[in-house]
T-cell receptor
Framework: SQQGEEDPQALSIQEGENATMNCSYKTSINNLQWYRQNSGRGLVHLILIRSNEREKHSGRLRVTLDTSKKSSSLLITASRAADTASYFC???????????FGQGTRLTINP | DADVTQTPRNRITKTGKRIMLECSQTKGHDRMYWYRQDPGLGLRLIYYSFDVKDINKGEISDGYSVSRQAQAKFSLSLESAIPNQTALYFCAAGTGTNYGYTFGSGTRLTVV
């Protein structure tokens, strides 16, 4: 069973616009992580946000976490064609000692 | 060299054959993981290992086995491959869930 569910499943925007992806999860977590996957390639870790944090930034990435709603969002600002990829959230549930991944959001940036 | 290396990159095998997918890492991480990716289903955990003597089943371990030959090596075997094991398989390594995992480039397995 998937811990994280992402929304939307697919997103297509114009270059330069902002992209927002959402992740909802079911149980209490230690942290939530976001990964990027270029087509058919391995996943790359982007950012980790701990359960006691509400917002985190890394370059053009902004992640928020609302533990009361069990949800997180990933915002990519000023999108570029190179941001075209699938984005996955992964949760570290308390006591689980392993990451459980969502189904991913497929992001397409149109030039 | 990549931090996490998977071999082979692509493999086509016949139903009923035994096949082994290999993974090695140069990061010195204690923990290693095998995931399977199917279209629309994200990544699902097959097996994971916290050290050479600690192997744990994930959510979809049936039909698979693993071997942690050394801290740096973690192999996945399909004892008798079946077509619904056709998928993209990823190995990952990490120091724990408080940090990000490092993934290999994947093995695309087709069972015919």
């Amino acid at each position: 069973s998937q811990q994280g569910e992402e929304d939307p499943q697919a997103l297509s925007i114009q270059e330069g616009e902002n992209a927002t992806m959402n992740c909802s999860y079911k149980t209490s977590i230690n942290n939530l992580q976001w990964y990027r996957q270029n087509s058919g390639r391995g996943l790359v870790h982007l950012i980790l946000i701990r359960s006691n944090e509400r917002e985190k930034h890394s370059g053009r990435l902004r992640v928020t976490l609302d533990t009361s709603k069990k949800s997180s969002s990933l915002l990519i600002t000023a999108s570029r064609a190179a941001d075209t990829a699938s984005y996955f959230c992964a949760t570290d549930a308390k006591g689980a000692q392993k990451l459980v991944f969502g189904q991913g959001t497929r992001l397409t940036i149109n030039p | 060299d990549a931090d996490v290396t998977q071999t082979p990159r692509n493999r086509i095998t016949k139903t009923g054959k035994r096949i082994m997918l290999e993974c090695s890492q140069t990061k010195g991480h204690d923990r290693m993981y095998w995931y399977r990716q199917d279209p629309g289903l994200g990544l699902r955990l097959i097996y994971y290992s916290f050290d050479v003597k600690d192997i744990n089943k994930g959510e979809i371990s049936d039909g698979y086995s693993v071997s942690r030959q050394a801290q740096a090596k973690f192999s996945l075997s399909l004892e008798s491959a079946i077509p619904n094991q056709t998928a993209l398989y990823f190995c990952a390594a990490g120091t724990g869930t408080n940090y990000g995992y490092t993934f290999g480039s994947g093995t695309r397995l087709t069972v015919v």
